[in-house]
Nanobody
Framework: QLQLAESGGGAVQPGGSLRLSCVVS????????VAWFRQAPGERREGVSC?????????????LYGESVKGRFTISRDRAKNTVFLQMNNLRPEDAAVYYC?????????????????WGQGTQVAVSS
């Protein structure tokens, strides 16, 4: 059974940084597309970033980012630790939300929540002065 556990959330001021972690157990990351989603109160779940199980043709990690986080957030993984990270820099008040990691077995990731079968419990991110 696949399990995902997020950590690293917290409260920061605008412009600050946080690094979220998603520890995956039950299946190796080499078989899994993993994504970060976020949901603020009263809002629909939004795709933040994802990383594909298979690297791109250039040998680099195959990643996607939502428009609102491009250039500020970076997704990465440590295969040895079966963990996916989300480095969040230059945080804004509108980034405040519960952040979830999610996974599905496949080749290429996407930012559609319906594609993801397994989800973590979420970690809260607050951004305010």
């Amino acid at each position: 059974q696949l399990q995902l556990a997020e950590s690293g959330g917290g409260a920061v001021q605008p412009g600050g940084s946080l690094r979220l972690s998603c520890v995956v157990s039950g299946l190796s990351l080499q078989y899994l597309n993993v994504a970060w989603f976020r949901q603020a109160p009263g809002e629909r779940r939004e795709g933040v970033s994802c990383i594909s199980a298979v690297d791109g043709d250039d040998g680099n990690e195959d990643t996607l980012y939502g428009e609102s986080v491009k250039g500020r957030f970076t997704i990465s993984r440590d295969r040895a630790k079966n963990t996916v990270f989300l480095q969040m820099n230059n945080l804004r008040p509108e980034d405040a939300a519960v952040y979830y990691c999610a996974a599905f077995a496949g080749v290429n990731c996407n930012l559609q929540p319906m594609a993801y079968l397994d989800w973590g419990q979420g970690t809260q991110v607050a951004v305010s002065s």
